[in-house]
């Protein structure tokens, strides 16, 4: 497993914009996959955005289409959700994933992930 470390996160207004990182600790399989997931007080986990090392699978959740953006920097280990537009259904804990897995397994699917970071909040007012 690789150590992940999310920072960016705030509080906006809505219609506001954030932009989260994720760096993990090292060059790894084990981050072949990255993405990030959110949670909600009382409810699931749920998967925002992923992207695989080579940005050729690149998922995103319908309720952040057209309005998030997730990239990543490979040289620096880094990945990042540019978040635009922000609803106030946006606030949660966001959080940074990793798996080691090909690229079918890059999906929104929580339970594809083996590692995570320990989340940063994000928090919009309306």
């Known amino acids: 497993q690789v150590q992940l470390a999310e920072s960016g996160g705030g509080s906006v207004q809505a219609g506001g914009s954030l932009r989260l990182s994720c760096a993990a600790s090292?060059?790894?399989?084990?981050?072949?996959?990255m993405g990030w997931f959110r949670q909600a007080p009382g409810q699931e986990r749920e998967g925002v955005a992923v992207?695989?090392?080579?940005?050729?699978?690149?998922y995103y959740a319908d309720s952040v289409k057209g309005r998030f953006t997730i990239s990543r920097d490979n040289a620096k280990n880094t990945i990042y959700l540019q978040m635009n537009n922000l609803k106030p259904e946006d606030t949660a804990m966001y959080y940074c994933?990793?798996?080691?897995?090909?690229?079918?397994?890059?999906?929104?699917?929580?339970?594809?992930?083996?590692?995570w970071g320990q989340g940063t909040q994000v928090t919009v007012s309306s």
């Open positions: 992207m695989y090392r080579d940005g050729g699978s690149t």
């Open positions: 994933a990793a798996n080691s897995y090909s690229p079918v397994y890059c999906r929104l699917a929580r339970l594809n992930y083996n590692s």
């Open positions: 090292r060059y790894s399989a084990s981050n072949n996959c």
